[in-house]
């Protein structure tokens, strides 16, 4: 049962910008802190940015602050990662997660989201 779907990940030139989606299928997680995480190849996965429930507060990793920016809409239960000025470095899989309901702060620990989505690839050419 996917709950969470992610769309727009491609291939661009460095300097380039790209917009990520996360799709809330089920309608689950419309008040819950949603994240979004990376994993480049051979590496663990780790936190690029994070929103609160009602979208009044975000978080970003010092890797995606100034270049990245999250939001939300709630009405149609989506998560956006626009991300600019891309690096070779930002090459990864990306992936959309949710923390369950109830929790307040965004964290940059995987094992506290429960819902993730299949990821989409971002390749950043140089």
């Known amino acids: 049962q996917v709950q969470l779907v992610e769309s727009g990940g491609g291939v661009v030139q460095t300097g380039g910008s790209l917009r990520l989606s996360c799709a809330d299928s089920?309608?689950?997680?419309?008040?819950?802190?949603m994240a979004w995480f990376r994993q480049a190849p051979g590496k663990g996965r780790s936190f690029v940015a994070g929103i609160t429930g009602n979208g009044d507060g975000t978080k970003y990793s010092d890797a995606a602050k100034g270049r990245f920016t999250i939001s939300r809409n709630n009405a149609d239960n989506t998560v956006t990662l626009e991300m600019n000025s891309l690096k070779p470095e930002d090459t990864a899989v990306y992936y959309c997660?949710?923390?369950?309901?109830?929790?307040?702060?965004?964290?940059?620990?995987?094992?506290?989201?429960?819902?993730w989505g299949q990821g989409t690839q971002v390749t950043v050419s140089s």
């Open positions: 089920q309608r689950a997680f419309s008040s819950s802190i």
């Open positions: 997660a949710a923390r369950s309901r109830g929790y307040i702060l965004v964290t940059e620990i995987p094992n506290d989201y429960r819902a």
